[in-house]
């Protein structure tokens, strides 16, 4: 029988939404093949993350606990999920499209020798059995696409999964003894400098305002972007131009080499929509478009547009966004 393996993401004992949105991707996956899933967890001191997964219908948790697996370096937990996977007989590896998944699950594919569709939006049927729809030239268009292998290495975008529910139930939890071999890699870690923030982040965030070049430097930016996200708790984004021109940090970017998010509500803000920004953001549910132009290509995707100068109209609409939350 066909095996999944999950490749759980978790961040400070805390499970990530984009665990969960890879479960039902891998749910789905699951129904179609008549597989069973089983999920990794690897880092060091993981028990927790285990234990908060248990009730998701797993069948068999596999814990690879080890302090030279604290920080998701890809050589040392791509050996690691290889060696998980071997073990446990999985046919299907599957995880995040995530930064750490889009560095991580190539060196697993290629360990397994094993064939890998990257950033799928969904699982469908084919001509050829079981495939994976994945966006192609920035998101222009959709393929339908099979693996041929024996063993399939999946990485699923967040934004177009919902997160699994839990279903009750609990898996066995199974302690790997892992063999990181962190002498054998080439890379070391050093240290990490995490952005500290009391916002959401920008891919699990439910409201995104997102800033562009048109907001001319770094104070602009400041002073047009965050009272908007403050007044509305929502995450910042930015274009790629405003990242480039340094208005914002580099993690702020969304799109085609940026993130992707499809949240409840974004904002594009002094954004003309460029096709390479387009496919980070173009799935959102309701997208609001503030512009000094009517004819950019942010107008064509979005639900509402707002022709205006960013300058005066935010200042009005956080005004109008506290009175209503005063009920004045
Ligand atoms: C390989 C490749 C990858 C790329 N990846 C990405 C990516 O991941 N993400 C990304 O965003 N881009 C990406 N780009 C760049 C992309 O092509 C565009 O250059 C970029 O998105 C433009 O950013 P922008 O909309 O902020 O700037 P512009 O295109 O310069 O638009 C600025 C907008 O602001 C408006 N404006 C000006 N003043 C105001 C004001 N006062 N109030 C309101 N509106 C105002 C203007 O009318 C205009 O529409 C990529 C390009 C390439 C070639």
Redesign the pocket.
């Known amino acids: 029988m066909s095996k999944i393996l999950v490749v759980a993401e978790h961040d400070d004992g805390n499970v990530k939404k984009a665990t969960l949105t890879t479960l039902n991707m891998a749910r789905q996956l699951a129904e179609k093949r008549g597989a069973s899933i089983d999920i990794a967890v690897v880092g060091s001191g993981v028990g927790g993350v285990a234990e908060a997964l248990a009730g998701y219908g797993a069948e068999t948790i596999h814990v690879a606990d080890h302090a030279d697996l604290a920080y998701p370096l890809a050589s040392s937990w791509a050996k690691v999920i290889a060696d998980i996977a071997s073990a446990a007989d999985a046919d299907v590896i599957a995880s995040s499209a995530s930064t750490t998944g889009k560095d991580i699950m190539p060196r697993v594919a290629a360990r397994l020798e094993a064939g890998m569709a990257s950033d799928v939006v969904g699982v469908v049927d084919t001509d050829d059995g079981v495939g994976f729809r994945r966006p192609m030239w920035?998101g222009a268009l959709l393929a339908d696409v099979v693996i041929d292998s024996d063993v399939w290495v999946v990485t699923a975008r967040g934004s177009a999964f919902d997160a699994a529910a839990a279903t009750g139930g609990e898996s066995a939890i199974d302690a790997f003894a892992a063999e990181p071999n962190l002498a054998a890699s080439r890379t070391r870690f050093i240290r990490f400098d995490g952005t500290q923030s009391d916002r959401p982040t920008l891919d699990e965030a439910d409201i995104v305002v997102a800033?562009?070049?048109?907001?001319?430097s770094a104070d602009?930016f400041n002073q047009?972007v965050e009272p908007l996200a403050d007044s509305l708790g929502a995450a910042i984004g930015?274009?790629?131009?405003?990242?480039?021109d340094g208005f914002c940090p580099n993690d702020y970017?969304?799109?085609?080499?940026?993130k992707v998010v499809a949240p409840q509500l974004y904002f594009?803000?002094?954004?003309?929509?460029?096709?390479?920004?387009l496919?980070?953001m173009k799935n959102s549910k309701v997208i609001v478009a503030?512009?000094?132009?009517d004819d950019?290509p942010?107008h064509k995707i979005a639900d509402y547009t707002l022709v205006?100068?960013?300058?005066s109209?935010i200042p009005e609409l956080c005004e109008k966004i506290a009175a209503v939350k005063s009920g004045s």
Do not use: P
Request: a positive charge; hydrophobic letters at 45%; aromatic letters at 2%.
């Open positions: 920035a800033g562009g070049r048109g907001l001319k602009g047009v930015a274009s790629r131009a405003a990242v480039d970017q969304i799109g085609q080499t940026g594009a803000v002094a954004i003309s929509g460029a096709i390479q920004h496919a980070g503030i512009n000094t132009r950019e942010i205006g100068d960013a300058f109209v």
